[in-house]
T-cell receptor
Framework: NAGVTQTPKFQVLKTGQSMTLQCAQD?????MYWYRQDPGMGLRLIYY???????DKGEVPNGYNVSRLNKREFSLRLESAAPSQTSVYFCASSATAEQFFGPGTRLTVL | SQQGEEDPQALSIQEGENATMNCSYK?????LQWYRQNSGRGLVHLIL?????REKHSGRLRVTLDTSKKSSSLLITASRAADTASYFC??????????????FGSGTQLTVLP
């Protein structure tokens, strides 16, 4: 039982490049979330998926797209990376109010 | 914008002492949760208190909630070096549909000195 897994752990991109962050959970949770965390700040919600087949914008969705591939997997795509997207990205899942977090992806955009 | 704001931003105590962190929020909530984040890791859920509860305990943790003041506190008793981490409050809104959206505060960095 791995919980929430994220790949990759680290990534360096050049401005304008694209990439997809992968997230998977094995707890059969309906809801999944993508957050970003910037230095000295809490987490800010980018996108979430209440259930398979649905996605909704969070607080800071600009520059990102998501895909809820199936119940287990929720991916985050940066189509044209910008330095402002340098951050640590966390995926989470939940069945109730409590959320379970992955270990994070540290992304640097040069 | 961030719903919750923690106070203090940083706290340094000796092992064995108690640590108290406070959280204030702006809008009505369904629940308030506290999470811990060790350096370089993901967040781990500690405790949840519902809006109709005033106090909750879990091991060495005690959480209080005052909805009239829109504030909460987290008390860690008999602290240990392993408690060194960042602590975040997160609020769940009254209406969030089938997804439990949370809004996180900016966190308190707790350092417990041996």
């Amino acid at each position: 039982n791995a919980g929430v897994t994220q790949t990759p752990k680290f990534q360096v991109l050049k401005t304008g490049q694209s990439m997809t962050l992968q997230c998977a959970q094995d707890m059969n949770h309906n809801s999944m979330y993508w957050y970003r965390q910037d230095p000295g700040m809490g987490l800010r919600l980018i996108y979430y998926s209440a259930s398979e087949g649905t996605t909704d914008k969070g607080e800071v969705p600009n520059g990102y797209n998501v895909s809820r591939l199936n119940k287990r997997e929720f991916s985050l795509r940066l189509e044209s990376a910008a330095p402002s997207q340098t951050s640590v990205y966390f995926c989470a899942s939940s069945a109730t109010a409590e959320q379970f977090f992955g270990p994070g992806t540290r992304l640097t955009v040069l | 914008s961030q719903q919750g704001e923690e106070d203090p931003q940083a706290l340094s105590i000796q092992e064995g002492e108690n640590a108290t962190m406070n959280c204030s929020y702006k809008t009505s909530i369904n629940n308030l949760q506290w999470y811990r984040q060790n350096s370089g890791r993901g967040l781990v859920h500690l405790i949840l208190i519902r809006s109709n509860e005033r106090e909750k305990h879990s091991g060495r943790l005690r959480v209080t909630l005052d909805t009239s003041k829109k504030s909460s506190s987290l008390l860690i008793t008999a602290s240990r070096a392993a408690d060194t981490a960042s602590y975040f409050c997160a609020t769940g809104p009254i209406s969030s549909g089938s997804a439990r959206q949370l809004t996180f505060g900016s966190g308190t960095q707790l350092t417990v000195l041996p």
